[in-house]
C-alpha cells in the first residue's frame, strides 16, 4: 500500500486517490500550433521507466487536487506539490 | 515441419527404454550471424510466432530473433492464458477468431502440445450496463458467424454450480454470456512451440542479446544493431518486445502513442477440481480459471492511469480483486494464496493493437498488446505479412499507427472492467 500526503487531509492509503496522468503545458499550448503538436498532446505519454509527474486528486477524501511525482518502476512516491 | 527430433508417442516409447537420453534441446543456441534479412527483436510470444509465420509462410529463413533475456522469462511466462474472442468491434473480432482457430490447429501444426482446453468463458452479469455491453458483442459476433451467446440466471448457476447463493449476494445476477470455444492454453508450451518451429525452418534465437543501438544508413532505412552480443547487420527490423517497445523505439528517434499500466495475478493452493470453466465477472473486477494442477489462476482489473513498469502488484488491487472474488465464491474465503506476480500491460490510446509501417524505412512495430497473449497466432502472421509485403495483412488493416491522425480509433475495451 502507497501512503500519499494530500495537501488537506495529509498521509492517507492510495485507495483513496485517483491518479489521472502526467502533467503537460496547458492544451493552449498546443491546439493552435499545428497538427503534429495537437497529435503529440492527444496521444504522447512519457512512457518510460523513471520519475514522473502526475495529477492525482483525493476522490474519496476531500476531492483536492495536487501534482506529485512517482517512479514508474518502484511505485515509490518522492514528494507532493502542496500549494497547486 | 523439417525437425531432427519430431514429437510422437513413439519417441515417448522408445525414450523410456533408452532412459531418455536421446532427447535434444528444442532449439538451437547459435552465435549470431553478421547479417540477416529480417531480425526481430524481443523473443515472446509475438517475436517468435513472426519468426516462424515470416520462414512458414513467406519462406524467409535468413531470420534472427533477439532476445535480452531467455525465451519465456517475460510477459509471455506471466499471463494468465485465457484464450477468447468475444471483442466489441469487426475488426477485433475476426482478428482475434482467426487466433482462436489457429491455436485450435496450432498443437498439430507445431508439433506441440499447448494443452489448449476449450472449457468456455462465462461472463457472470451484475449490472444492466455489463449486460448491454455483453449483448453487443453477442449480437455483433453472432452477425458474423462466431458463436457467443447470453444465459439466464439460471443457466449461468448450472454452469458454475459452486457460486454464491442468491441470498448472499449484494449484487444479484442479471445474466450471463458465454464463449463456448474460449479457454486456457499453456502459455509456456506456445513460447516453446513457436521458436522450436521457428527453429527448425532455420531462425535464429539469440538469447542474453540486449539491443543498445539501432543504426541507420545514409538512405535512412534501418541498417545495423547493436547488442551485447556484437553487431548484427539487418535488411528488415521489427520489434515486439512488450513493455519495452517505447523504450526500443526511442533508438530510431520514433514515440509511439504507449502506456504501460500494472496488472497482476495471483495462484491459491491446489484444490479439487471445483470450476470447469473460466470464469469472468467484469462488474467485480476479477477472473478465473481452474488450472491442471488444481490452482486457481485469479487475475484483477488494471491499474489504469498511473505509468508502470513494475514487476510485482499493489496491495489495493489485490484488495479489490478478493474481494470482488469472495462475493462470487464466499467457499474461497479459506483458501491461501501461494504465488503472486504482477506486470506491465501495454496500451495504445483506442485499446486497440498496433502493427504498422513506421515512418522509418525498415522499421516495423507490434505493440500495444494488452490482451496479447490470445492474440500471438493471428498477431505473429499478420506481423509476418506486413515485414514481408510491407502492406499489411487484411486481418490488420486497422490496426495502423495511421489510424490516430486520421481519427480511424479502433475503441475496444476489456472484459475485465464495465465498458460501454
Given at each position: 500500500?502507497?501512503?500519499?500526503?494530500c495537501p488537506w487531509?495529509?498521509?492517507?492509503?492510495?485507495?483513496?486517490?485517483?491518479?489521472?496522468?502526467?502533467?503537460?503545458?496547458?492544451?493552449?499550448?498546443?491546439?493552435?500550433?499545428?497538427?503534429?503538436?495537437?497529435?503529440?498532446?492527444?496521444?504522447?505519454?512519457?512512457?518510460?521507466?523513471?520519475?514522473?509527474?502526475?495529477?492525482?486528486?483525493?476522490?474519496?477524501?476531500?476531492?483536492?487536487?495536487?501534482?506529485?511525482?512517482?517512479?514508474?518502476?518502484?511505485?515509490?512516491?518522492?514528494?507532493?506539490?502542496?500549494?497547486? | 515441419?523439417?525437425?531432427?527430433?519430431?514429437?510422437?508417442?513413439?519417441?515417448?516409447?522408445?525414450?523410456?527404454?533408452?532412459?531418455?537420453?536421446?532427447?535434444?534441446?528444442?532449439?538451437?543456441?547459435?552465435?549470431?550471424?553478421?547479417?540477416?534479412?529480417?531480425?526481430?527483436?524481443?523473443?515472446?510470444?509475438?517475436?517468435?510466432?513472426?519468426?516462424?509465420?515470416?520462414?512458414?509462410?513467406?519462406?524467409?529463413?535468413?531470420?534472427?530473433?533477439?532476445?535480452?533475456?531467455?525465451?519465456?522469462?517475460?510477459?509471455?511466462?506471466?499471463?494468465?492464458?485465457?484464450?477468447?474472442?468475444?471483442?466489441?468491434?469487426?475488426?477485433?473480432?475476426?482478428?482475434?477468431?482467426?487466433?482462436?482457430?489457429?491455436?485450435?490447429?496450432?498443437?498439430?501444426?507445431?508439433?506441440?502440445?499447448?494443452?489448449?482446453?476449450?472449457?468456455?468463458?462465462?461472463?457472470?452479469?451484475?449490472?444492466?450496463?455489463?449486460?448491454?455491453?455483453?449483448?453487443?458483442?453477442?449480437?455483433?459476433?453472432?452477425?458474423?458467424?462466431?458463436?457467443?451467446?447470453?444465459?439466464?440466471?439460471?443457466?449461468?448457476?448450472?454452469?458454475?454450480?459452486?457460486?454464491?447463493?442468491?441470498?448472499?449476494?449484494?449484487?444479484?445476477?442479471?445474466?450471463?454470456?458465454?464463449?463456448?470455444?474460449?479457454?486456457?492454453?499453456?502459455?509456456?508450451?506456445?513460447?516453446?512451440?513457436?521458436?522450436?518451429?521457428?527453429?527448425?525452418?532455420?531462425?535464429?534465437?539469440?538469447?542474453?542479446?540486449?539491443?543498445?543501438?539501432?543504426?541507420?544508413?545514409?538512405?535512412?532505412?534501418?541498417?545495423?544493431?547493436?547488442?551485447?552480443?556484437?553487431?548484427?547487420?539487418?535488411?528488415?527490423?521489427?520489434?515486439?518486445?512488450?513493455?519495452?517497445?517505447?523504450?526500443?523505439?526511442?533508438?530510431?528517434?520514433?514515440?509511439?502513442?504507449?502506456?504501460?499500466?500494472?496488472?497482476?495475478?495471483?495462484?491459491?493452493?491446489?484444490?479439487?477440481?471445483?470450476?470447469?470453466?473460466?470464469?469472468?465477472?467484469?462488474?467485480?473486477?476479477?477472473?478465473?480459471?481452474?488450472?491442471?494442477?488444481?490452482?486457481?489462476?485469479?487475475?484483477?482489473?488494471?491499474?489504469?492511469?498511473?505509468?508502470?513498469?513494475?514487476?510485482?502488484g499493489k496491495f489495493?488491487?489485490?484488495?479489490?480483486?478478493?474481494?470482488?472474488?469472495?462475493?462470487?465464491f464466499p467457499s474461497?474465503?479459506?483458501?491461501?494464496?501461494?504465488?503472486?506476480?504482477?506486470?506491465?500491460?501495454?496500451?495504445?490510446?483506442?485499446?486497440?493493437?498496433?502493427?504498422?509501417?513506421?515512418?522509418?524505412?525498415?522499421?516495423?512495430?507490434?505493440?500495444?498488446?494488452?490482451?496479447?497473449?490470445?492474440?500471438?497466432?493471428?498477431?505473429?502472421?499478420?506481423?509476418?505479412?506486413?515485414?514481408?509485403?510491407?502492406?499489411?495483412?487484411?486481418?490488420?488493416?486497422?490496426?495502423?499507427?495511421?489510424?490516430?491522425?486520421?481519427?480511424?480509433?479502433?475503441?475496444?475495451?476489456?472484459?475485465?472492467?464495465?465498458?460501454?
Open positions: 500500500m502507497l501512503l500519499i500526503h487531509c495529509g498521509v492517507r492509503a492510495e485507495s483513496e486517490f485517483r491518479c489521472t496522468g502526467q502533467v503537460k503545458p496547458p492544451r493552449s499550448e498546443f491546439v493552435h500550433k499545428s497538427d503534429e503538436a495537437w497529435l503529440e498532446y492527444l496521444y504522447q505519454a512519457d512512457n518510460r521507466r523513471g520519475i514522473l509527474e502526475e495529477y492525482w486528486c483525493h476522490e474519496k477524501g476531500c476531492g483536492q487536487w495536487f501534482k506529485l511525482r512517482r517512479d514508474t518502476t518502484t511505485h515509490e512516491i518522492m514528494d507532493g506539490d502542496t500549494d497547486s | 515441419m523439417r525437425s531432427d527430433q519430431r514429437y510422437s508417442i513413439f519417441t515417448l516409447i522408445g525414450g523410456a527404454v533408452r532412459a531418455h537420453r536421446h532427447w535434444k534441446p528444442a532449439w538451437r543456441n547459435p552465435q549470431p550471424k553478421t547479417h540477416y534479412d529480417v531480425v526481430i527483436i524481443g523473443g515472446g510470444g509475438h517475436g517468435l510466432a513472426t519468426a516462424y509465420y515470416l520462414a512458414k509462410n513467406h519462406g524467409i529463413h535468413n531470420v534472427a530473433v533477439v532476445e535480452r533475456n531467455w525465451i519465456g522469462g517475460g510477459n509471455s511466462g506471466r499471463n494468465t492464458a485465457v484464450v477468447r474472442s468475444n471483442y466489441l468491434r469487426d475488426i477485433s473480432i475476426q482478428f482475434f477468431d482467426k487466433s482462436l482457430q489457429l491455436y485450435e490447429g496450432l498443437s498439430r501444426e507445431l508439433n506441440y502440445n499447448i494443452m489448449l482446453s476449450q472449457r468456455s468463458e462465462v461472463d457472470v452479469l451484475l449490472t444492466t450496463v455489463s449486460m448491454r455491453n455483453m449483448r453487443r458483442r453477442a449480437l455483433n459476433m453472432n452477425r458474423l458467424g462466431i458463436e457467443f451467446q447470453m444465459l439466464t440466471p439460471d443457466q449461468v448457476r448450472e454452469r458454475i454450480p459452486i457460486l454464491a447463493p442468491m441470498e448472499n449476494c449484494r449484487l444479484p445476477i442479471l445474466g450471463g454470456s458465454i464463449q463456448e470455444r474460449a479457454g486456457i492454453a499453456r502459455h509456456d508450451a506456445i513460447v516453446w512451440g513457436y521458436a522450436r518451429g521457428a527453429d527448425s525452418y532455420g531462425v535464429d534465437i539469440i538469447q542474453n542479446a540486449e539491443v543498445t543501438a539501432i543504426r541507420r544508413g545514409n538512405d535512412g532505412a534501418v541498417a545495423e544493431i547493436e547488442t551485447s552480443r556484437g553487431r548484427i547487420k539487418a535488411n528488415k527490423i521489427a520489434i515486439a518486445t512488450g513493455n519495452e517497445n517505447a523504450a526500443v523505439a526511442s533508438l530510431v528517434d520514433l514515440r509511439l502513442p504507449l502506456r504501460c499500466y500494472n496488472l497482476q495475478a495471483f495462484v491459491s493452493e491446489p484444490i479439487k477440481p471445483v470450476l470447469d470453466v473460466v470464469v469472468n465477472c467484469p462488474d467485480l473486477g476479477v477472473y478465473l480459471s481452474h488450472s491442471d494442477k488444481g490452482e486457481l489462476v485469479i487475475g484483477g482489473a488494471t491499474d489504469a492511469q498511473q505509468i508502470s513498469f513494475r514487476k510485482g489495493p488491487m489485490l484488495e479489490d480483486t478478493i474481494s470482488g472474488l469472495l462475493e462470487l474461497f474465503r479459506r483458501l491461501k494464496l501461494m504465488r503472486q506476480w504482477g506486470g506491465a500491460l501495454e496500451f495504445a490510446q483506442d485499446g486497440s493493437p498496433i502493427v504498422s509501417l513506421t515512418d522509418v524505412k525498415g522499421f516495423y512495430v507490434s505493440a500495444g498488446w494488452w490482451g496479447g497473449f490470445k492474440a500471438i497466432p493471428a498477431g505473429g502472421m499478420t506481423f509476418a505479412h506486413l515485414i514481408a509485403r510491407d502492406e499489411p495483412h487484411q486481418l490488420a488493416a486497422g490496426y495502423g499507427m495511421e489510424r490516430f491522425s486520421t481519427l480511424n480509433y479502433l475503441l475496444e475495451g476489456g472484459t475485465t472492467v464495465p465498458t460501454d
